[in-house]
């Protein structure tokens, strides 16, 4: 049964939202829920909440993070929820809400950013990622057959609106700290942090788009199929945190380097893409020539910032990730992927699996198209919701 279809009779039912994301995307899914006789209800757990949540039965939590089970246990109990909406489902605060829930058979639905970036967002039941409840058999994939007819969703960039909305959810949590003593932040907390990288951000996007112009025909030109592609993902993602045995994106870089230098072809490169999201916090590529030198592989690799991702992705040889979804990305362009941490998409007949990364360098298995055009529609059909969070048009239940 696809989501649309769990949640379009809510007539009666209540609803309660947790964190969602920074802006008033929340808003639009309560004033959804309203307008189909449900009663919302929400907790906040600092100031930024407090901002963007319009609901008239917002429910401040200031206690220790200790109390926050017991304290969610009886808000179910007391207020008869029947749904529970949040984004993200590695929160400490979302863990334990979801864990509850489970217990005493509470439906809740978990949002993330979308697996097909851009023009979706992801919604799935009790858990995303590595936590989804997608199957991870191919034969299930093989036996599949969509009722939905394909189609392309819209999408517009939202870096601005999503910069606008986090710029003020940090600022006003931070001003007014005090109203939440307690509160405990997945991510680094400072609005000055925040703005400083906000900064650089913009001045790195700026020198980058000068410094690395010409790069996109040199990837479609004299570096085509020579170079395996590695995207760094954010460096306090809880993707790698949580779902990986990498605890820092360190770490990870110089286990492929390392790997590399012994295994691959010697007539092929390595190349990094780093995350647009960290562009004002990180920067690996000294961190990448100092391992280089080390590995003695000093002109086999490169670290790049702005490039096009799907010209990266094309003319690649391969593609080395951690548990991106850049890696759907990939399988769209049958580019072989091996996935070095958990992933709801590494799957036999869709990844190298179970060879090793030393391995992969000179063994890739090919994507199965027909089996990566049956698990899309499997995606679509049951975790994507067309729309975006930070747009005005929010979203669209199909």
Not at 130 to 159: G, L, Q, V, W
């Amino acid at each position: 049964m696809r989501l649309e279809d769990r949640i379009s009779n809510i007539k009666g039912k209540n609803i309660l939202l947790l964190q969602g994301p920074m802006g008033d995307f929340f808003n639009k899914l309560d004033n959804i829920c309203t307008k189909k006789g449900a009663f919302v209800m929400r907790i906040g757990f600092n100031a930024g909440d407090a901002y963007f949540s319009k609901t008239k039965s917002y429910f401040p939590y200031k206690s220790t993070p200790k109390q926050w089970p017991k304290f969610i246990k009886k808000f179910y109990e007391v207020n008869n929820i029947d749904i529970v909406f949040l984004f993200g489902d590695c929160r400490f605060y979302h863990k334990k809400a979801i864990e509850i829930a489970k217990s005493m058979g509470i439906d809740l639905y978990v949002f993330e950013e979308g697996y097909l970036r851009p023009g979706f967002i992801t919604m799935e039941y009790y858990g995303v990622n590595h936590h989804s409840r997608m199957p991870r058999i191919r034969e299930f994939y093989d036996e599949y057959e969509s009722k939905i007819e394909p189609f392309t969703a819209k999408s517009n960039s939202t870096y601005g609106v999503m910069a606008w909305w986090a710029s003020q959810y940090y600022l006003i949590s931070n001003i007014f700290y005090f109203l939440y003593p307690n509160y405990i932040h997945h991510r680094d907390f400072s609005s000055i942090k925040e703005g400083f990288y906000g900064i650089c951000n913009l001045f790195r996007k700026i020198k980058y788009k000068f410094s690395e112009k010409g790069l996109n025909g040199k990837f479609e030109g004299e570096l085509s199929g020579k170079y395996y592609f590695v995207p760094i993902q954010t460096h306090d993602d809880f993707q790698v945190r949580t779902h990986s045995r990498f605890k820092t994106m360190e770490s990870f870089i110089e286990y492929i380097i390392a790997s590399f230098s012994r295994y691959a072809p010697k007539d092929t490169i390595l190349v990094f893409k780093h995350h647009p999201m960290d562009r004002g916090k990180k920067n690996y590529s000294s961190y990448i020539k100092y391992l280089s030198k080390i590995y003695k592989i000093e002109n086999r690799t490169m670290a790049i910032f702005d490039v096009h991702l799907p010209t990266v992705i094309k003319n690649s040889k391969a593609v080395v990730l951690i548990n991106s979804t850049v890696g759907l990305n990939a399988l769209h362009y049958s580019k072989p992927i091996i996935c070095l941490g958990k992933s709801m998409y590494d799957i036999d007949g869709l990844t190298t699996k179970d060879i090793g990364l030393d391995n992969f360098w000179n063994i890739q298995k090919p994507v199965d198209k027909q089996l990566y055009s049956k698990f899309r529609s499997y995606l679509i059909d049951h975790t994507q919701v067309i729309g975006s969070y930070y747009l005005r048009d929010g979203i669209e239940f199909r």
